[in-house]
């Protein structure tokens, strides 16, 4: 599989070597990026914005025949990121398979893609890899720093790393630190891909592990929806095709269907190796890692911080968010929890607009946040 590029991202590299928490270094970066909106003269009006797991720079089109973005009521004029104040800057993570430097990436040092031999990499590492990139883009302190699911994860993990680097936070269905239960979904979904015979340890050329991503990205949308949404949306409803309403083998009920088809529509976008490497990323992330307590690495944060919590989201408990901002509000940091109230689940954060976009503007706009 090959990603599409997007055509309006725009492409930097760093040719310093860019050394990683393991111990490696990779020969330099590229970044694919997008921006809406301008830096001002007092370059105070920056947001940095991190994408979910297989989400891309795209959030959001620039302009009548461009495609939607993955945040595409977030961000535009009169929404709550509107390109006149703010300028927005999205990249492709480390790791990713949109443009920025992943397993897909030819290594300089054999001409050939790192495929399984790219190193383990962190959200440590994700985090100061954008920062690079803001470096080289002028922008030093930022307005603003957000993100959902993974881009909560990295979202926390810049305000541990750089406690002084942004006026504000919003972390929307990620935690500080990856919890057992993710990391056991997480496992599971990489073991689909890893037992593919096509995987081959990685070291795939066309056609890759097709079955086993598609059977991986299965599990994550079970994770990722909720067993009322499934009931209300399909209930117990069977499949026109199957010819025995009672006793069709396969895809007999629309919920089968439906993650079938989530399934194969991911292999046709997505590198079955950045979904190892980034899930595992994923798992290692703990904000806490070099410090003594969750408590110690939340204390030093000096941004305002809105953490976003789902009410049915099944991967990213909201108790463990709301947890965190209330370590925040001990050690005095201006911190609040918004919570959004659907049956979606974890996708919420990508469904649920006129909640988001409500908590958003008003955090951003420092009125009081109204709860759903
Ligand atoms: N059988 C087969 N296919 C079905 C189906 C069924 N019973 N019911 C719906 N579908 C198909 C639709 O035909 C449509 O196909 P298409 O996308 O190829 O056109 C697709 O499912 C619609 O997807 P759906 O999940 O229903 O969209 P949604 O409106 O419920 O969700 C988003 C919207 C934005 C959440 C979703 O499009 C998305 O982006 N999901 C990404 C999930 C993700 O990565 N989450 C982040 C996790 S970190």
């Not at 985090?127 to 959902?148: F, K, P, S």
Request: aromatic letters at 10%.
């Amino acid at each position: 599989m090959t990603p599409r590029a997007r055509a309006r991202a725009e492409v930097l590299k760093d040719e310093a070597p860019f050394a990683l928490e393991c111990g490696r270094s990779l020969q330099g970066l590229t970044f694919a990026y997008e921006t809406w909106g301008r830096l001002n003269r007092r370059r105070d009006n920056a947001v940095l914005l991190f994408h979910a797991l297989t989400g891309s720079a795209h959030a959001a089109s620039h302009g009548t025949g461009d495609e939607p973005g993955w945040w595409e009521s977030l961000i535009g004029a009169g929404r709550p990121l509107d390109p006149a104040r703010y300028y927005v800057v999205c990249a492709n993570v480390l790791g990713g398979c949109y443009g920025t430097t992943g397993p897909a990436s030819q290594n300089p040092e054999t001409g050939r893609p790192y495929g399984a031999d790219f190193p383990v990499m962190t959200t440590r590492d994700m985090v100061r890899a954008q920062r690079l990139l803001l470096d080289r883009l002028g922008v030093g302190h930022l307005a603003l720093v957000i993100g959902g699911s993974l881009g909560a994860m990295l979202t926390w993990r810049w305000l541990v790393d750089y406690p002084d680097s942004a006026r504000a936070g919003i972390a929307i269905a990620g935690t500080p630190q990856a919890s057992p239960w993710a990391i056991a979904l997480n496992a599971v979904a990489r073991e689909a891909i890893t037992s593919d015979p096509a995987w081959r340890g990685g070291d795939y050329e066309s056609p890759g592990p097709d079955s086993g991503l598609a059977l991986a990205r299965m599990i994550g949308m079970i994770s990722y929806r909720s067993g009322r949404q499934f009931g209300e949306r399909f209930g117990r409803q069977r499949a026109d095709s199957c010819p025995d309403r009672r006793f069709c083998a396969e895809n007999a009920f629309l919920v089968e269907r439906y993650l079938k088809h989530q399934g194969e529509k991911l292999t046709q976008r997505f590198d079955a190796r950045s979904y190892v490497l980034l899930t595992r990323a994923m798992d290692l992330h703990d904000v806490a890692d070099r410090h003594p307590t969750l408590e110690a690495a939340l204390a030093p944060i000096r941004a305002r911080v809105l953490a976003v919590g789902i009410d049915s989201d099944v991967l990213f408990d909201p108790t463990e968010i709301s947890g965190a901002v209330q370590i925040l509000k001990r050690f005095g940091a201006d911190a609040a929890y918004g919570a959004i109230r659907s049956a979606f689940g974890h996708d919420a954060f990508l469904v649920e607009y006129p909640q988001l976009n409500t908590l958003v503007s008003s955090f951003l706009e420092g009125r009081a946040l109204c709860e759903f």
